[in-house]
């Protein structure tokens, strides 16, 4: 099979288009080696190809036009071709398996000799029994005669007919010498699957579901085997399978329309050799082509720029950072990969944020050698006496700037981006995304810093303060005041906070004005920006400073009046200040000025986290989120640059989308956290009488289902995305189900379960509203309930002098009570208890693989068949599979008259399945429990005597075992 | 299963006979009335390359193979339960040298049986149900692992009875465990194979630590801490049901359905993402009337050559490394009718035995060979 070797005058046409018909005698190697260059696929036979192409060379000279023939004649001939290749490639492959496989089998057989003579080396003596039978036998047929192999004539093979003589030669040995040695009986186990241990439940993986899957059932007992599918849906499973094209079949494809152009015919013969259909191979020859040429363009290039991949980590933003996270990271468990909740869920962004870190004093210590504390303190003393101050006791710096800092941007979130508001509650992606984009601008922004905090000053209240003590002080000073300036904003922001929208509508016109006062000011400084855009020229700008105060003063005198609250006029903006703040500036940028541009994408968006979580303590920011990448310093520096140009670009107004997307960040931050206070304050104002409301509400719903669900099986819960309040589009409230801590809708919601207050009942009882409603109490929910830690053998204090500790959140703290797996007195296995318990008490949960009822439906005809089924009805959405994974619960048996009950529980947003004791149970015992199987559906051995229509809340299976029992 | 696409084509080989090799039949033992299904030479100890043993219902029994078609029964075991009925066996040994017989079946329990002092040295109490196949690992012999209807395979340590691993869960077997081999010189690497349609490929690597604790380890065995290996680091669909039977053939991977025929291919696996890869069929070793399941197929010591028995008492004998695929010989006998469950083929192929459902064995000798 080796490669035709004789060159017969073979023609080619090596490329029609190009060359026109050059017939050359010896073009075989120079097409080959075209090909391989190709195509990549190295035809190393080409007695087909010689074929084709004296064919071809027929063809060729005919023109263009082919019939069918030819073009099926070509592909017969490619096949052929390939098909051959083929053998000598497995072929190939099979001698260097084997190859390989002698050296293996060597090693074995030397291995097996050493065994042999080893054993036989040691123990000479005492042979061992098996030796010492083979010498017998072999003894005892030397003494008798070959009477055995000598009839063995007529035995042989193709059918041929043997007599029955040679039946007789047998089992010579057998009677005499061997005594058949007795294995002495040992307990078997029941049978069980083999199982995995859950310790919580999971949702089933996409590959383990037998939805649409062939399963065949061997069934022991009739010894045949039953396909179990539904016939539609394995069709479509296998014939969506989509093939990809394989090298040979992309060989064949080239060549044919190589050699006989490209028509439609010619795709309908090959689609049919490749049983595809006539345009999948289009586009794969499409595909092909173009591959060619990016190959032919590498090949002149010839050179590699792939260094491109590195440092893709940095260049990202904190948003493409975060994609895994976000896909990964389950923010109801907080753990990465969550097998119940699963990858990919959908973000919800709590509508309430909360309050950014809250440090202490006592972290007055620098923070390491980079801190900036350090750092400033040596860079200028006299700038910066108090810088301690600004950085500690100045928290919420942001907030501080004037209260069109806080308004504004938010209204032009809300009032400009309709991205935003979809976005609106943490618009992180939006946020760091904007970023990115903004940073162009910002460089822009720069020279007008100093504005920043002449604007702060500006706004209402403090305008007046900065102007009549704080702007000929030092810059200290003007820090203290702004501190307090800014409590006192905070507090009129909260009654504020209420009346979001008047103070947006009152906003609005200012923005116009700030508008058109900020082109204004552009034309001003667009000389100055020139400059200053390239860092070097740090005079020039001081220069110009004077024309920008002025620009400043107008602007501010626009800014003014919009502002109801403000009454005096913006005066007190003396030189003095604006030199002091521009000396401040100064400082800042002259580290800024290289350090803006060395800050990376995804730094500033690790920044604005840490603003939001850390507040203003770059000591924690620089530690916990940009550690070996900015230092302490840096981060202050940044900080202080961001802050004002934040403040500054909220006055100048220029008000790009991105921009507004990017302060989003730090307003959010501050608008949230004056929310939460204003709610804290409302709470206080009428808690009692609202919450009271509330929870009835609540409770009395809650309850209703209860009720409800004796037919009815629970909801699933999936948390919400509503922004504010829910309202009747709440995902929640369509639902059926309470909304939970985990959804994105503020405390305050309506549909919210407020957990209980109890206090001296321990929530044990139905007088508890949790415990009523089927859920364990959550110690973020619900008032009073704690638990403590430990017993207090190890002398740590209880925590609370009352002992009343919660005694609803069992599940939750995994509570439960030891349960063995040993064979069952009734059947099978079963489930004991190890130490006594009383009634009611929590024994375990249930656990299992999450699957769909659907899913459900598909296995239970399995289990039925095999009368062993673990399914456990959850809710609407879920049953529980024990088969491969639970625990050992999963085995306790039916029984009518149980000692056990389960109950569906609602653990943090979860339900889950508690097993309890029903009466007291003494250790040792084993459990069961009523499967409660539905009537019509039971089993023989698990109906009950007399029919109690009652509880049917969930329908229990389990194994199949207790049959036996009924 | 997917069309094969042009270009992949196996090599199919053809049943004519190329008569290369002549056997004859030199013996047949009716053993007893309970089918048997499993046969096996002692490839472990090369002093006992010429015994074998067989099982059946609840008995073990040990032969020899002498010249001239003669087989001595050599040892018998007996279950005390009446209802165990063995369905595998595999030749093991002590890290002393002695030689052990396994035997497992329907009780689910392994039965490792030290045939030097003719006596039960443990018992493997731990599958949840019947045991489909045990093999041993050449290159150590005192490890053996075990193909279960609990859908789960397990690795064990004769020496010490420790069940150190367990291959089952999250990507395990969805349905009974039909057999099981070690890969012939990856030590930590096995095949199983099942009624899931799958045949899927583990790797021990990252466990081998535990396989080794399991040879020093003194405690209690059930104290081991056997660890779960749930995920195999590829899952081929090479058939479309029932996979009864796989055997490592160097880096390739023989196995049969119930398709009447035995298939080789290739598994292309990637060693950085595990689960994923690629198959390739090499060759098709055609059976006739072999759509039964449960019927196994052996090869001599070197891999040359491979046995397998039909539906009807056949037995093919297929050159397995020359390509295309050679038929060495078609066996078959008048009185040998009814389904043959195992071969097993002698050291240099020169002797091939067959076990059947009616409880005989046969015994087919080469022509020419002494």
Known sequence: ?966 | MAKTAIGCEPTVGSLAPSKKREYKVTNRIQEGKRPLYAVAFNFIDARYYNVFATVGGNRVTVYQCLEGGVIAALQSYVDEDKDESFYTLSWACNIDGTPFLVAGGINGIIRVIDAGSEKIYKSFVGHGDSINEIRTQALKPSLVVSASKDESVRLWNVHTGICILIFAGAGGHRNEVLSVDFHPSDIYRIASCGMDNTVKIWSMKEFWTYVEKSFTWTDLPSKFPTKYVQFPVFIASVHSNYVDCNRWLGDFILSKSVDNEIVLWEPKTKEQTPGEGAIDILQKYPVPECDIWFIKFSCDFHYNAAAIGNREGKIFVWELQSSPPVLIARLSHVQCKSPIRQTAMSFDGSTILCCCEDGTIWRWDAVGAS
Not at chain 1, 455 to 462: A, C, R, Y
Request: charged share 30%; hydrophobic share 25%; net charge positive.
């Open chain 1, 1 to 966: 099979m080796s490669s035709r070797a004789t060159p017969s005058a073979s023609a080619s046409r090596s490329d029609p288009s190009k060359d026109s018909q050059r017939y050359t005698l010896n073009s075989r190697t120079s097409l080959a080696a075209r090909q391989n260059y190709l195509f990549g696929w190295t035809p190393r036979s080409i007695s087909g190809l010689d074929d084709l192409l004296a064919r071809k060379g027929m063809l060729g000279v005919q023109g263009s036009n082919q019939s069918s023939k030819d073009i099926l004649s070509v592909i017969d001939s490619l096949k052929k071709q390939v098909a051959v290749e083929r053998c000598i490639f497995i072929k190939k492959r099979m001698v260097e398996n084997n190859e390989k496989l002698i050296g293996v089998t060597n090693h074995v057989y030397t291995l097996s000799k050493e065994r042999s003579n080893s054993v036989i080396n040691n123990t000479e003596k005492n042979l061992d029994l098996l030796t010492k039978r083979q010498r017998d036998a072999f003894g005892m047929l030397n003494g008798l005669d070959l009477t055995n192999g000598e009839k063995d004539k007529n035995g042989s093979q193709e059918d041929s007919y043997a007599s029955s003589a040679v039946l007789v030669g047998s089992s010579f040995g057998m009677k005499n010498v061997v005594r058949p040695i007795k294995l002495p009986e040992v307990k078997k186990l029941p049978p069980y699957t083999t199982w995995i241990f859950l310790d919580r439940n999971q949702r089933m993986t996409e590959d383990q579901s037998v939805v649409g899957r062939r399963r065949i059932y061997y069934d022991q007992n009739g010894g045949e085997a039953l396909i179990c599918s539904d016939s539609e849906e394995e069709i479509v499973e296998e014939e969506e399978e989509k093939r990809e094209f394989v090298d040979s079949e992309d060989y064949i494809l080239r060549m044919t329309i190589q050699e006989v152009g490209l028509s439609d015919a010619v795709l309908d013969s090959l689609a049919q050799c490749f049983s595809r259909s006539p345009c999948e191979v289009k586009a794969r020859y499409e595909i092909l082509m173009k591959g060619e040429k990016d190959a032919q363009c590498e090949k002149k290039g010839s050179t590699d720029d792939k260094t491109q991949m590195d440092d893709s980590f940095f260049d990202k933003d904190l948003d493409a950072a975060l994609d895994s996270f976000d896909n990964l990271f389950c923010r109801r468990c907080l753990v990465f990969d969550c097998r119940l909740h699963g990858c990919s869920q959908d973000l919800v962004f709590p509508a309430e944020k909360q309050l950014p870190w809250n440090y202490t004093d006592e972290e007055n210590v620098p923070c390491g050698v980079n801190c900036y504390r350090l750092a400033q303190k040596l860079e200028s003393n006299a700038i910066r006496s108090s810088p301690v101050h600004n950085g500690l006791e100045e928290k919420p710096v942001p907030s501080s700037g004037s209260a069109g800092d806080q308004i504004s941007p938010r209204k032009k979130g809300t009032s400009s981006s309709v991205g935003k508001k979809l976005k609106s509650n943490q618009s992180e992606s939006a946020s760091s995304n904007a970023r990115n984009t903004s940073e162009s601008s910002e460089s822009e922004i720069r020279p007008r810093q100093d504005n920043s905090s002449i604007h702060n000053s500006s706004s209402p209240q403090k305008a007046k303060l900065v102007g009549k003590c704080g702007v000929h002080k030092r810059n200290s000073k003007r820090v203290a005041e702004r501190v307090f300036v800014c409590m006192r904003k905070r507090q009129k922001k909260m009654i504020a906070s209420d009346s979001d929208f008047v103070v947006s509508g009152c906003v609005w016109p200012r923005d116009m004005k700030l508008r058109s006062n900020s082109r204004k000011e552009n034309e001003e400084a667009t000389s100055s920006q020139r400059k200053v855009k390239t860092p070097p020229t740090r005079k020039p700008k001081k220069k110009e400073l004077p024309a920008q105060d002025s620009s400043k003063s107008t602007f501010n005198g626009h800014d003014e009046p919009s502002d109801e609250m403000v009454k005096g006029p913006p005066e007190a903006i003396s030189d003095e200040t604006s030199k002091k703040e521009e000396f401040v500036d100064e400082s800042i940028c002259k580290n800024e000025a290289t350090g803006d541009k060395s800050w990376k994408t995804i730094e500033k968006g690790l920044f604005a986290k840490g603003l939001e979580i850390f507040g203003r303590n770059s000591c924690l920011i620089a530690r916990n989120l940009l550690n070996g990448m900015k230092t302490c310093a840096d981060v202050y520096q940044y900080m202080s640059c961001t802050e004002n140009k934040l403040s500054n670009r909220v006055g100048d107004g220029t008000n790009s989308l991105v921009e507004g997307h990017s302060k989003v960040d730090y307003n959010d931050t501050m608008g949230s956290e004056l929310r939460t206070r204003s709610r804290f304050v409302r709470r206080r104002g009428r808690v009692r009488r609202l919450k009271y409301t509330w929870k009835s509400a609540g409770y009395h719903s809650i309850r209703k289902r209860i009720t409800e669900r004796k037919d009815q099986p629970c909801r699933q819960f999936n948390p919400c995305n509503c922004k504010s309040a829910c309202g009747k589009q709440c995902a929640c409230l369509l639902n059926g189900t309470c909304c939970e801590k985990y959804c994105g809708c503020p405390k305050s919601c309506k549909n919210r379960f407020r957990g209980c207050h109890c206090a001296k009942s321990q929530c044990r009882s139905r007088q508890c509203p949790c415990f009523a409603a089927d859920r364990e109490c959550d110690p973020d929910v619900c008032r009073n309930c704690w638990v403590g830690c430990g017993d207090g053998t190890l002398g740590v204090p209880s925590q609370r002098g009352d002992n009343y500790e919660c005694r609803n959140m069992k599940l939750l703290l995994k509570q439960q009570q030891r349960v063995l797996l040993g064979r069952s007195d009734v059947s099978g296995w079963g489930a004991f208890l190890k130490n006594s318990v009383g009634k009611h008490e929590y024994l375990g949960e249930y656990t299992g693989e999450l699957i769909s009822h659907r899913e459900a439906d598909k296995r239970g005809k399995i289990y039925d068949r095999e009368n062993s089924s673990f399914l456990f009805n959850l809710n609407d959405q879920f049953v529980l599979d024990a088969y491969r994974k639970g625990d050992k619960l999963k085995f306790a048996n039916h029984s009518p008259d149980p000692n056990c009950y389960a109950k569906v529980i609602m653990v943090a947003g979860d339900h889950r399945v508690g097993i309890f004791a029903k009466e007291r149970i003494n250790a040792g015992e084993e459990l069961f429990y009523d499967y409660r199987y539905e009537p019509d559906r039971a089993p023989a051995w698990a109906k009950k005597p007399e029919t109690t229509g009652s509880k049917k809340e969930e329908a229990v299976t389990s194994s199949g075992r207790a049959k036996k029992l009924a």
